[in-house]
């Protein structure tokens, strides 16, 4: 007789489900794209603690994010899949394409909900989370060296409240897997409004228009496969605020100071990262 399944299991509502078997046995591949596809140059590791922490980067490249992965990649081959890691996924990803939302679930992925980060946090493991989102990971290709997360506070709340230091982490050149021209929600918004019924019935957020494979000219944000572009990605200085607590993440003006703290901060890391790169 089979047991019940579990309705939760395997959509990211659950710590138990990373699997370090399925993490080592993605690294081949991984390293491949690591070290031929992408190229990649990183640096900063030293900053990272042995404790917990709070990792806050920035999406580029469409849905195949592949400074995400590569950064996964190299938290893997410095502290091992073992130690717990786990990353915040849109709870879209479980919708839209079911079997690799299990894959990503299975490398560390969890829900993008405050309790799961607070869970994974109160049991000593570090979270990643992207605050920018749908918005920043499809923004304008004008804008790909700003750092873009749309005046969102939450990640700052979750670090006031568990007490922990964020980490930073930017990259450049992943935004050059594609090219986003223009992102048209409002208007596509529009025509909703009107009548024209969402793909798979769901508000995707951002509608983008981008060149990129292997569409070519594609419209809405939908996966496509990255150019070889050289990604570099960095590590910055832990980011520590005065004051933590539920008191500090119900004071206003003290969460914006700290968020305006972070982007500051990360702006003028990634403007050094890629002058850097352009050597």
Not at 102 to 113: C, D, K, P, S, V
């Amino acid at each position: 007789m089979h047991s019940p399944v579990n309705p939760k299991a395997r959509q990211g509502w659950s710590l138990e489900d990373r699997d370090p078997g399925v993490i080592s046995s993605l690294m081949p591949r991984m390293k491949w794209f690591y070290d031929h596809y992408f190229r990649v140059q990183t640096g900063g590791w030293h900053h990272v603690p042995s404790g917990k922490a709070l990792f806050v980067g920035s999406h580029n490249g469409g849905l195949t994010a592949p400074d995400m992965h590569m950064f996964m990649y190299d938290w893997f081959c410095r502290f091992g899949p073992e130690r717990p890691f786990y990353g915040l996924m849109h709870p879209g990803m479980w919708r839209f394409n079911p079997s690799i939302a299990e894959l990503a679930t299975q490398a560390g992925a969890i829900r993008a909900h405050p309790k799961m980060a607070i869970m994974a946090l109160q049991q000593g493991a570090s979270v990643a989370v992207f605050p920018g989102g749908a918005q920043d990971v499809f923004r304008p290709h004008h804008l790909r060296d700003r750092i873009h997360f749309c005046d969102r506070k939450g990640f700052i709340k979750l670090a006031l409240r568990e007490s922990v230091p964020i980490i930073p982490f930017i990259s450049w050149g992943a935004h050059d897997t594609l090219v986003v021209l223009a992102d048209v929600y409002e208007q596509v918004q529009k025509l909703h409004e009107m009548g024209m019924p969402w793909l798979f019935n769901s508000d995707p957020i951002v509608f983008p228009i981008y060149l990129g494979l292997p569409w070519g000219l594609c419209f809405g944000p939908l996966p496509n496969l990255p150019w070889p572009t050289q990604i570099h990605t960095q590590i910055c200085s832990p980011i520590v605020f005065e004051h933590y607590g539920n008191k500090a993440t119900k004071d206003k003006p003290y969460v914006q100071d700290c968020y305006d703290t972070v982007v500051t901060k990360m702006q003028m890391d990634l403007d050094q990262l890629i002058v850097k790169a352009q050597r």
